[in-house]
């Protein structure tokens, strides 16, 4: 039974130079686990709290020493020395400790630094891989690693919103190992940046995410670049390479009407709207493809989708399993997009990812727009069997080191990449 010895925490910055949190976990065993935090820009509303020192004249309010200060001192005093059975009883104590339901008084930051560095301490312990490690936690054996969905393209809340939608995506359809799929990318990468290089005469200028950002008249013209770059890259749209789009519409909803660019459009005419994508673009998954609040239109839309696109929820859903019933018993999505800050503790995401494999449903692992050169992302996307994982684009350490951690992963275990339906 791993106990923990100490814990001491560290305020760093994140890929947009913000801070976020950092926890170390020593066990009784000298065995160390370190992990650190991401944090999202186009934030869900039932998303677990991040705690923010909120003073303006540091980190615009953003400063984590109040976060970082509970790991240090009333975490720290209330768990070491105690005999845990594992992760659950474990993360069932943090979310005690806290008290609150969005994890709003320690702080989902501090709270899932220690629930990660704890897990990376304990695989050190068993003296086993993380994947490893998060596989047992699921009861699960790795049998695959995820494919990756890579942002090509950028909008919204994470470029300068030149356009409403978020994320165009590249899925490398046809690639066999996470190798072949990297590379495929690389190629459809380059072939957009020339391409948009010449289409706006700017400079490729990456988002947050490292996707390119030039100023696209519409959301169309983005999916029509990135199917293009596809073919300027000799490999065939919807064959070899497919779309994904995150349409983040949550962001982009007032007064029940989706505003996207010139377009006021009702629920109706958006689900028509992202139906005529399908039939244009080889787009193969549609992510909050309606707002988290338009309940009552997601089963239409998911049912419009169906046998052709996935209707992934993310900030829908917020990786809340109470909010994944929902959607499971309104038939309101069909994907998961699993995003273990949104929750606050690995327990809890775990019983997330759990309950949308009760219901068939795909479960794509994700990484936020601001993150950490931490790779545990990567362990999580095998050991909990993720059909994607979404990290961002093939550039920036931040997203690189995921990138670099399934490499090393492929290389030890041999496994293939899971089968795109
Ligand atoms: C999303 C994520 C990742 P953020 O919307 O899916 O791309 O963004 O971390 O800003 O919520
Ligand atoms: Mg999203």
Same mark, same amino acid.
């Given at each position: 039974m791993p106990v923990i010895q100490n814990l001491c925490a560290l305020e760093i910055l994140d890929s947009r130079g913000r801070p976020t949190v950092q926890a170390e976990c020593t066990l009784a065993t000298g065995h160390v686990g370190i992990a650190s935090v991401p944090s999202g820009a186009s934030t869900g509303s039932a998303e677990a709290i991040e705690l923010r020192d909120g003073d303006p004249a540091r980190y615009r309010g953003l400063g984590c020493q109040r976060a970082v200060g509970h790991v240090r001192n009333e975490i720290r005093r209330a768990l070491a020395g105690r005999n845990f059975v594992g992760q659950a009883d474990l993360d069932r104590a943090l979310a005690d400790l806290d008290g609150t339901t969005s994890k709003a008084r320690l702080g989902a930051n501090a709270l899932l630094a220690v629930s990660l560095a704890y897990a990376r301490a304990c695989a050190a312990q068993l003296g086993i891989p993380l994947y490893q490690h998060f596989a047992d936690l699921l009861g699960q054996t790795p049998r695959s690693l995820p494919r990756p969905t890579i942002n090509l393209f950028s909008g919204g809340k994470h470029a300068g919103g030149q356009v409403p939608i978020q994320d165009v995506l590249v899925v490398p359809a046809s690639a066999r190992t996470m190798d072949e799929a990297l590379a495929m990318t690389f190629a459809v990468y380059q072939a957009a940046a020339d391409l948009t290089a010449r289409n706006y005469s700017a400079r490729p200028l990456r988002a =947050?995410? #490292? #996707?390119?950002?030039?100023? +696209?008249? &519409?959301?169309? *013209?983005?999916? *029509?670049?990135? *199917?293009?770059?596809?073919?300027?890259? #000799?490999?065939?749209?919807?064959?070899? $390479?497919? @779309?994904? !789009? =995150? !349409?983040?519409?949550?962001? +982009?909803? /007032?007064? #029940?009407?989706?505003?996207?660019?010139?377009? &006021? @459009?009702?629920?109706?005419?958006?689900?028509?709207? @992202? $139906? /005529?994508w399908l039939d244009l673009y080889p787009i193969v998954s549609i992510e909050d493809g309606l707002a988290e609040e338009d309940w009552e239109h997601w089963p239409i839309l998911c049912a419009r989708l169906a046998g052709r696109a996935l209707a992934l929820g993310d900030d829908l859903l917020c990786t809340n399993p109470a909010r994944i019933r929902r959607a499971i018993d309104a038939k309101a999505a069909t994907a998961l997009l699993l995003k273990v800050n949104q929750v606050g503790t690995l327990t809890e995401a775990g019983e997330a990812c759990r309950l949308a494999r009760s219901a068939a449903w795909h479960v794509t692992v994700s990484a936020r727009s601001g993150e950490t050169e931490d790779s545990w992302l990567a362990d999580l996307a095998v050991g909990w069997a993720g059909n994607q994982i979404k990290v961002g684009s093939i550039t920036q350490s931040e997203r690189l080191a995921k990138y670099n951690r399934l490499l090393a992963i492929e290389a030890e275990t041999g496994l293939p990449l899971v089968q795109w339906p």
């Open positions: =947050d995410e #490292g #996707g390119l950002a030039p100023p +696209f008249p &519409s959301a169309e *013209a983005m999916i *029509a670049d990135a *199917a293009e770059a596809i073919r300027r890259a #000799g490999l065939r749209p919807g064959h070899d $390479v497919a @779309l994904a !789009v =995150d !349409v983040a519409s949550t962001h +982009f909803y /007032q007064n #029940g009407r989706y505003l996207l660019g010139p377009e &006021s @459009l009702d629920s109706p005419e958006m689900i028509h709207h @992202l $139906v /005529q």
